[in-house]
T-cell receptor, first 114, second 116 residues
Framework: KNQVEQSPQSLIILEGKNCTLQ??????????LRWYKQDTGRGPVSLTI?????DTKSNGRYTATLDADTKQSSLHITASQLSDSASYIC?????????????FGKGTHLIIQP | GAGVSQSPRYKVAKRGQDVALRCDPI?????LFWYQQALGQGPEFLTY????????KSGLPSDRFFAERPEGSVSTLKIQRTQQEDSAVYLC??????????????FGEGSWLTVV
């Protein structure tokens, strides 16, 4: 069964610090990988979309990396802000599958403390 | 509207009651998804529409769950005879066309269902 595992489950850091969230997957064959930010009580918002051929993609203070060989992705947040407090969800999509092939991780719950 | 709109935002239902959750996707978006998200978990797939065609309903947990999109725009997720385990956030998402890399999937704010 295709799976997406995220770590850590939760993380607390001080404002201004950097952090890295991990996503490991067993989805095969791979099509693309997405990171979403979900504020408490809100719907997920897209941060990045990465394909097989991309190994790094940035969106402001967010930088996602992808190693398709080891099936790992990371989301690095630079100079964290209080507004970064949210759950970060990794979504992996395998090619040739139906809509149920969009496999969601359980998310990393990030808390930024002042 | 500019984004995916869902209503009601919050719903409290008595066990056994029927509920209907509405989703207005972004105008022109062919693809529409429904997800169920339990507290502290990632979204779980329920069903997928391409225009008015329900192409995948493999995630619907029981025959009490029914979804439709009769005119290829607005969609309704109906839950009959609600049970406590149905309590969750129901997320609707839409995209221009499926999940190919160039297509962002946009989510609504969700409908929070509590069954008491």
């Amino acid at each position: 069964k295709n799976q997406v595992e995220q770590s850590p489950q939760s993380l607390i850091i001080l404002e201004g610090k950097n952090c890295t969230l991990q996503c490991n997957y067993t989805v095969s064959p791979f099509s693309n990988l997405r990171w979403y930010k979900q504020d408490t009580g809100r719907g997920p918002v897209s941060l990045t979309i990465m394909t097989f051929s991309e190994d790094t993609k940035s969106n402001g203070r967010y930088t996602a990396t992808l190693d398709a060989d080891t099936k790992q992705s990371s989301l690095h947040i630079t100079a964290s802000q209080l507004s970064d407090s949210a759950s970060y969800i990794c979504v992996v999509i395998f090619s040739g599958g139906g809509a149920d092939g969009l496999t969601f991780g359980k998310g990393t719950h990030l808390i930024i403390q002042p | 509207g500019a984004g995916v709109s869902q209503s009601p935002r919050y719903k409290v239902a008595k066990r056994g009651q029927d509920v209907a959750l509405r989703c207005d996707p972004i105008s022109g978006h062919v693809s529409l998804f429904w997800y169920q998200q339990a507290l502290g978990q990632g979204p779980e797939f329920l069903t997928y529409f391409q225009n008015e065609a329900q192409l995948d309903k493999s995630g619907l947990p029981s025959d009490r769950f029914f979804a439709e999109r009769p005119e290829g725009s607005v969609s309704t997720l109906k839950i009959q005879r609600t049970q406590q385990e149905d309590s969750a956030v129901y997320l609707c998402a839409s995209s221009l066309q499926g999940w190919i890399p160039g297509n962002t999937i946009y989510f609504g704010e969700g409908s929070w269902l509590t069954v008491v």
